[in-house]
């Protein structure tokens, strides 16, 4: 443990962590130090990592239970891990839009692990934004209008036909929501139930409309907090590096995956972490956005 280095990387989040070997056997200790690390940092990034899917999984185990996504493949054998490709030929790329990872499920997952397999030789940085700075920098009358208010998240935009996550890729299958895909509310201040820090938990791409609203009635406040949440100062750039991992907050943090690399090939696998349950007979942590 005494190898480990933290090094911030931006005024509003991300820190880099250095001195550690993902794929080893590492010691609840360092595990510890590494989620403490994930949480007031909001995404940690490490570099020259050697991640085979099992070691990617096993590493992402440590943390919470692994999520299945609901219209991407997993990889066969190993469902939990999603293989996201941008074939040269492809004109679309896979998270190419500010969003929040799974928000549209009814327990959103607590974080996302992306390792980069094979990079362009330029371009395909990912931005990541803070939401708990996005909401820190609202006025105090809106804050508390904020925290009274619920929003409608869903799939189905994101994932119909005409959306941006199911159009085809080479080497992706992706399959198009259909039908009643659901639709869970959450709160639009969220609570983080490991610190305490509030954060706005709205974003572009699944985010349908204010809980007893209409669409026309939640846009112009919708439409103001995405604006808002993306400001330059709440946010930080990873320029990725084959071996590269990032370790990312969903409750509190979006992210844009950049497609400025025509004509290239980026290959990542991502694993995503859903929080624990509840011990048998003992209540889960009931915070402000919920069931922890």
């Known amino acids: 443990m005494s190898g480990l280095k933290i090094r911030k990387v931006a005024g509003a989040l991300g820190a880099e ?6 794929a080893g056997d590492l010691p609840d200790a360092v595990i510890e130090q590494i989620r403490a690390a994930f949480v007031q940092h909001q995404v940690v990034f490490f570099r020259d ?22 219209y991407v493949a997993g990889m066969p054998g190993h469902p939990e891990v999603m293989e996201i490709v941008k074939e040269p030929g492809d004109k679309v790329n896979f998270g190419g839009g500010w969003h929040s990872d799974m928000s549209f499920l009814e327990n ?10 094979e990079i362009p030789e330029w371009g395909g940085d990912t931005l990541f934004a803070s939401q708990a ?14 925290e009274s208010l619920n929003a409608v998240h869903s799939a189905g935009r994101e994932y119909s036909a005409q959306g941006h996550s199911a159009q085809k890729r080479a080497s992706m299958k992706v399959v198009e929501a259909e039908g009643a895909v659901g639709e869970f509310i959450h709160p639009v201040v969220k609570v983080h139930p490991e610190t305490g820090r509030k954060a706005l938990y709205v974003n572009p ?8 609203w ?3 009635e939640s846009k112009p406040l919708l439409d103001f907090l995405f604006e808002h949440s993306r400001y330059e100062a709440f946010t930080c750039r990873f320029a990725w590096t084959a071996g590269s991992v990032a370790f990312w907050d969903n409750r509190s943090v979006w992210h844009f995956a950049l497609n400025d690399y025509p004509g ?6 991502r694993v995503t972490v859903d929080a624990w349950p509840a011990p048998v007979g003992k209540p889960a942590l009931q915070t402000a956005e919920g069931v922890s």
Do not use: C, W
């Not at 962590?17 to 993902?22: A, M, Q």
């Not at 290239?264 to 696998?269: A, K, L, N, S, Y």
């Open 264 to 269: 290239q090939r980026r290959h990542m696998r």
């Open 133 to 146: 700075a996005a909401y820190e920098a609202l006025s105090p009358g809106l804050k508390a209008t904020l």
């Open 17 to 22: 962590i250095s001195g550690v070997d993902l």
């Open 205 to 212: 791409a699944f985010t349908m409309r204010i809980d007893g």
């Open 49 to 70: 990592q050697t991640l085979t899917p099992q070691a990617q999984l096993a590493f992402g185990r440590r943390f919470g239970p692994l999520n299945i996504h609901p």
């Open 108 to 117: 959103p997952s607590i974080g996302s692990i992306l390792y980069a397999v």
């Open 214 to 216: 209409s669409k026309r």
